[in-house]
């Protein structure tokens, strides 16, 4: 028996779930990869899934790559965003070795069923496909409503059908039945369970390091200003629905990829939406959590911009721009601000919009994000698909700053320096700082031990934290130092003083991202996390 867990994770058969609207793709896509990743949501006229999502399904012994599609209507009208979405997936069917076809098991099959097959013989002749009958939950082979379903599918042409239940899980040990035999043969035909395993194996083993700490990247920002246009230029493939309807993308979603020998989680997120009473419930609602989960994950966050809508408003950020900006930061993430869609600034008409949004947004960003000093902007045009470099490298240099960790020899070193050439009003009430350590990185937290009674002041923090930034360039991310006191050689003494003091540090810590008291105050402005 082969076992699946051995082979490279980009060497494994893929299987592509396709279908109809609403025959619970999505629902068998989350079963498989064992976590609810793609949005799930009954709506019977409308498309939920309208990207390609890529996981690796677990099915009992069985590893493979699973990829979600959206719902396939052949008779689409051309341009629409439903033949834009089958567009999306025939592309992907050439990097497909098995495809399982949904259908409504309560339903049975509809004529529209019928054309998904037709379309399926029509792009992918030859590709083995298992019909699978969902929501079956309901049927019995007693009463005869199970064989009546399984007559109507056989009549796809693709052979018998597998009843399931995705929403509860019945089946799922005969679709890895019919799946494993398909899934070996591949294997073996390509030679992946015997040299090409140790190989992998071995070039793994010298990445392992890079792999454990990937770079968790999001990408967020209102409706419509680019970022799924962004993401297809970043990985260099049409891999989301991009278009000029608003609110295209619905789900987060999530793909790996390589930069420079780096790993990186990219994620695109459906726009960050004002809070309407229409969006309290339904699809946009999950949105509104999913991108919020993302966001708190993410360790560097892109916030995109409109040029033009900043040239025609003449301000930079609207309000809910300034809230992702400010919970980027509080939240302790590296930020990177993109202004896309440049290219409709330029020529004769617009130079003089151009110069301006060139100039007046990251002086904007540093006043309403006061905190961060030197937060980075890249202005870019994601259309014409020459923003790659651009955007990464700063993102690698905001990321690597975020992960710093500086020496203690050298960081008191920088403290003699930097304490001589403050002003102090009062030399007898200047605190002193014994010694000053990093306690840790993402982002970069320091620790001033002080001795004495005198406590560094907000004015002290303040220079502190400019001074760091200028001296060890670290502009562009959260910067965080506490205090703690240590008094006189008595271990007693000294220990209860600590105990004293890390509470206090505890305090400040809080009070100085400022997230739980400004995120009530912003929930009352109508903005939604």
């Known amino acids: 028996m082969i076992d699946f867990t051995q082979i490279h994770i980009n060497k494994l058969p893929t299987v592509l779930i396709m279908g109809r609207p609403n025959v619970g793709k999505s629902a068998l896509f989350n079963r498989l990869i064992r976590r609810r990743e793609a949005l799930v949501y009954n709506t019977p006229t409308d498309h939920v899934t309208r990207d390609i999502r890529e996981g690796v399904a677990k099915l009992g012994n069985l590893r493979f790559r699973v990829l979600d599609s959206a719902g396939i209507e052949a008779e689409a009208s051309s341009g629409s965003v439903l033949r834009r979405t089958a567009e999306m997936t025939r592309n992907v069917l050439s990097r497909t070795q098995l495809a399982l076809l949904l259908v409504d098991a309560r339903d049975g099959v509809l004529p529209m069923d019928l054309d998904v097959g037709k379309w399926l013989r029509k792009n992918a002749p030859g590709m083995k496909t298992i019909v699978v009958m969902n929501k079956a939950e309901s049927l019995d082979d007693c009463d005869g409503t199970l064989a ?11 052979g018998d059908p597998i009843a ?37 194996d071995e070039n793994d083993s010298s990445e392992d390091m890079e792999c454990k700490l990937p770079l968790q990247l999001a990408i967020v920002g209102r409706p419509n200003v680019g970022k799924s246009t962004l993401l297809n230029t970043i990985l260099q493939e049409d891999r989301v629905l991009v278009g000029p309807e608003a609110g295209l993308t619905r789900d987060s979603i999530r793909a790996e990829f390589q930069y420079e020998g780096r790993t990186v989680y990219l994620v695109d997120t459906a726009g960050w939406l004002e809070r309407t009473k229409q969006q309290e419930k339904g699809p946009a609602s999950l949105s509104i959590m999913q991108t919020r989960k993302h966001l708190m994950r993410a360790h560097v966050i892109v916030l995109v911009l409109d040029a033009e809508e900043i040239a025609k408003d003449r301000r930079s950020m609207k309000h809910v721009e300034v809230v992702i900006a400010r919970r980027a930061v509080e939240e302790g993430r590296g930020l990177v601000v993109i202004v896309n869609k440049m290219d409709l600034l330029r020529g004769k008409e617009n130079s003089k919009f151009y110069k301006s949004v060139i100039e007046a947004v990251p002086q904007e960003i540093q006043t309403v994000i006061p905190q961060v000093t030197g937060i980075p902007v890249v202005f870019v045009s994601a259309l014409e698909g020459k923003s790659q470099i651009a955007v990464m490298n700063q993102v690698i240099e905001t990321y ?13 070193r920088w403290l003699r320096k930097v304490m001589s050439r403050h002003s102090w009003k009062d030399q007898a009430a200047q605190p002193k700082i014994k010694y000053f350590t990093q306690v840790k990185a993402r982002p970069p937290t320091f ?3 002080m001795s004495g009674k005198t406590q560094l002041s907000d004015t002290d923090f303040r220079f502190l934290t400019r001074s760091l930034k200028e001296d060890f360039d670290l502009g562009g991310i959260p910067v965080r ?3 703690r006191t240590v008094e006189g050689n008595d271990r007693t003494k000294t220990s209860s003083k600590n105990k004293q003091s890390t509470n206090k540090t505890i305090e400040r810590a809080v009070s100085d991202k400022r997230t739980i008291l400004e995120g009530d105050q912003l929930d009352k402005f109508g903005v939604s996390f």
């Open 481 to 483: 130092i506490l205090q």
């Open 447 to 449: 620790i001033a031990f």
């Open 148 to 158: 009546a379903a399984a007559g109507e599918a056989y009549n796809l042409g693709f």
């Open 400 to 412: 690597e700053k975020w992960c710093l960790r500086l020496p203690t020899a050298r960081l008191n």
């Open 164 to 200: 399931l239940s995705a929403e509860t899980g019945l089946g799922m040990a005969e679709l890895h039945e019919t799946l494993r035999p398909l899934l070996e043969e591949y294997v073996v035909q390509n030679n992946l369970c015997d040299d090409d395993i140790q190989e992998n």
